[in-house]
């Protein structure tokens, strides 16, 4: 069973720093593009940022404070979330596209008290 599992969330401070990890597991080959995706109660899920072999691309909202990368050794993506503003605050989704078919991790709760 393939799964994508989240983490690295948590609480910090407006101004502070986090960095999430999504893990996939159970097939031997290797994601094309991979991205975040986040949502807040009432919402629809916004992406924040993709990446494949040739590019990567953000949300107006996070370029320049937010950067996406990946192991592919490990087939693990990172998004590492600096200058935080209380409107990151949301549940963040890992998402990785494999042989057409697309697989969400469970979500990790990131919340940024001003």
């Known amino acids: 069973q393939i799964q994508l599992v989240e983490s690295g969330g948590g609480l910090v401070q407006a101004g502070g720093s986090l960095r999430l990890s999504c893990v996939a597991s159970?097939?031997?080959?290797?994601?094309?593009?991979m991205g975040w995706y986040r949502q807040t109660p009432g919402k629809q899920r916004e992406l924040v940022a993709i990446?494949?072999?040739?590019?990567?691309n953000y949300a107006d909202s996070v370029k320049g404070r937010f950067t996406i990368s990946r192991d592919n050794a490990k087939i693990t993506v990172y998004l590492q979330m600096n200058s935080l503003k209380p409107e990151d605050t949301a549940v963040y989704y890992c998402?990785?596209?494999?042989?057409?078919?697309?697989?969400w991790g469970q979500g990790t709760q990131v919340t940024v008290s001003s």
């Open positions: 998402y990785g596209v494999l042989v057409g078919l697309t697989y």
């Open positions: 159970g097939t031997v080959f290797r994601f094309g593009t």
């Open positions: 990446i494949n072999d040739a590019s990567t």
